[in-house]
Each structure stands twice: as C-alpha cells, then as structure tokens.
C-alpha cells in the first residue's frame, strides 16, 4: 500500500533566500551646487578680506599664515557646498586672489584713518577705491605679490580637498 504524503510547504523566506542578497540601487553621488558653491565664496571672500585688513592693522603688518587663512576659508566654503565640479578650483583662486587684495586695500585704508584721526568712511569717502589702490601700487613689494600667490594656491588645493 501506497500513501500520499505531502510534502511541507517552503518556508516564506527560503526562496528568498536561495536566491541571493536583493540588490538594490546604489545612491547617487553627492554632486553639490555650484551656484551656492560660488556663492558660499564669494561671501567667505568678503569675511576674509575684512579679516584679513583688520589683522594686518592689529599687528601692523602682513603675515603668511593669515594669507593661507583665506585662501582656506574660501576653498572650503566652495568645495563643501559646491562639489567636485572642476571650475570651482578656478573660481575660489580668483576669489581668494581678490579677497587678499581687497584686504590689503582695507589695511590700507585703516591705517590712513588711524594715521588721520578720522573714521573709515571719511578715507574711503575721500581717496576712493582707486586711490587706495594707487597707494598699494606705489607701496607694493615683492611680498606683497607672494601673499597673492598662497592664498590662490592654497584656495585651490583646498577646493579640491574638500571637495572629495
């Protein structure tokens, strides 16, 4: 005599099982903004240049690291938020190129007003941008042009790091 047995039934998860690992979609790469990268830069621009006249004018002179200071600030600013796009690099040099001329020229100005005895807006009412910026070009050395140098190179480096 034959008896039909039936076999049990597969558990829910054995087929899964005997199947594999369920693959899903990787998530994409973090790509960023540019335009709030550049716009992040051009802000830590501002900063640093303010920062970088007013330590100038605390200690009456210029020193490398406050360069390498600015230069850091804007490149992380743009890396952070913009990415890996590689016209960042580009846009954060320029900027901390700008950033350490336009602090120079406000070191400038803030040693006109102390030498004066009169407040910032009468030096920048009356001498102007250009005429700061005559006197950064009669005054300028070769020191002057390397600061310009550090903080563009290590903008650049720092956008790429930070970028990562």
């Not at 200071?69 to 913009?82: S, T």
């Not at 580009?90 to 009169?118: C, E, H, K, M, R």
């Amino acid at each position: 005599m034959s008896q039909h047995i039936q076999p049990p039934a597969p558990e829910s998860g054995a087929a899964e099982a005997a199947a594999g690992p369920v693959a899903y979609p990787a998530e994409p790469a973090r790509t960023g903004n540019i335009g709030l990268g550049i716009a992040a830069a051009v802000v830590a621009a501002l900063v640093a240049a303010a920062a970088y006249g007013g330590i100038m004018n605390a200690i009456d002179r210029q020193v490398g690291y406050a360069a390498v200071g600015v230069g850091l600030l804007i490149g992380f600013a743009a890396g952070k938020l913009g990415g890996k796009n590689p016209v960042l690099p580009v846009v954060a040099t320029l900027l901390s190129l700008g950033a350490v001329y336009l602090g120079q020229l406000f070191f400038i100005a803030l040693a006109l007003a102390d030498y004066g005895n009169v407040g910032l807006g009468e030096v920048l009412d009356k001498a102007g941008v250009g005429g700061l910026n005559d006197i950064w070009q009669e005054g300028a050395d070769a020191m002057d042009y390397v600061f310009l140098a550090i903080g563009g190179f290590v903008a650049f480096g720092t956008t790429k790091k930070a970028s990562d």
